[in-house]
T-cell receptor
Framework: KQEVTQIPAALSVPEGENLVLNCSFTDSAIYNLQWFRQDPGKGLTSLLLIQSSQREQTSGRLNASLDKSSGRSTLYIAASQPGDSATYLCAVRPDSGTYKYIFGTGTRLKVLA | DTGVSQDPRHKITKRGQNVTFRCDPISEHNRLYWYRQTLGQGPEFLTYFQNEAQLEKSRLLSDRFSAERPKGSFSTLEIQRTEQGDSAMYLC?????????????FGPGTRLTVT
């Protein structure tokens, strides 16, 4: 059974820091992995999607990497800003004919001005 | 294209009542998903549709829950005889099967409170 873990559960950093959020999954047989951002009480905003054949994806200050064989993905945020404060969720789609996502519990990020 | 929309955004109901939520996916998206999220947890999969066909249901979707997508466009999720444990955020997402990407786009959610 696929399980997704995100560490740390919460993180507080001063503005301007570069930071790394971690996501690990127990079964390496995945089709893709997607990173999301969720503001309190809101829905999810898609940040980056990485296919299983890809190693990384970049969008602006965000870079996501994928090491499928070791069951890990990282989300790198450069030059963090207070507006980056949110919960960051990773989700994997198992490579078993299903289209559902299995989510981690998220990392709550607070960027201090 | 206005994104995925959900209605209502908030619903407060008494235990035992029935509630129905609506989701309008991004137009032309042929897959539609329902998830449930409780406080401090990641979303959990409930069910998904390809066009009007319901292709997969989670064990979380008890017989009090039913979902439909009658014309392959909007979808409804009904909960009968609500219980306090049903209190959660209900999220809808949609995706387009094209180029093998299957990126899921989420709506703002419907927050259900059962009193």
């Amino acid at each position: 059974k696929q399980e997704v873990t995100q560490i740390p559960a919460a993180l507080s950093v001063p503005e301007g820091e570069n930071l790394v959020l971690n996501c690990s999954f127990t079964d390496s047989a995945i089709y893709n992995l997607q990173w999301f951002r969720q503001d309190p009480g809101k829905g999810l905003t898609s940040l980056l999607l990485i296919q299983s054949s890809q190693r990384e994806q970049t969008s602006g200050r965000l870079n996501a990497s994928l090491d499928k064989s070791s069951g890990r993905s990282t989300l790198y945020i450069a030059a963090s800003q207070p507006g980056d404060s949110a919960t960051y969720l990773c989700a994997v789609r198992p490579d078993s004919g299903t289209y559902k996502y299995i989510f981690g519990t998220g990392t709550r990020l607070k960027v201090l001005a | 294209d206005t994104g995925v929309s959900q209605d209502p955004r908030h619903k407060i109901t008494k235990r035992g009542q029935n509630v129905t939520f609506r989701c309008d996916p991004i137009s032309e998206h042929n897959r539609l998903y329902w998830y449930r999220q409780t406080l401090g947890q990641g979303p959990e999969f409930l069910t998904y549709f390809q066009n009007e066909a319901q292709l997969e249901k989670s064990r979380l979707l008890s017989d009090r829950f039913s979902a439909e997508r009658p014309k392959g466009s909007f979808s409804t999720l009904e909960i009968q005889r609500t219980e306090q444990g049903d209190s959660a955020m209900y999220l809808c997402a949609s995706s387009l099967v094209a180029g093998g990407m299957y990126e899921q786009y989420f709506g703002p959610g419907t927050r259900l409170t059962v009193t």
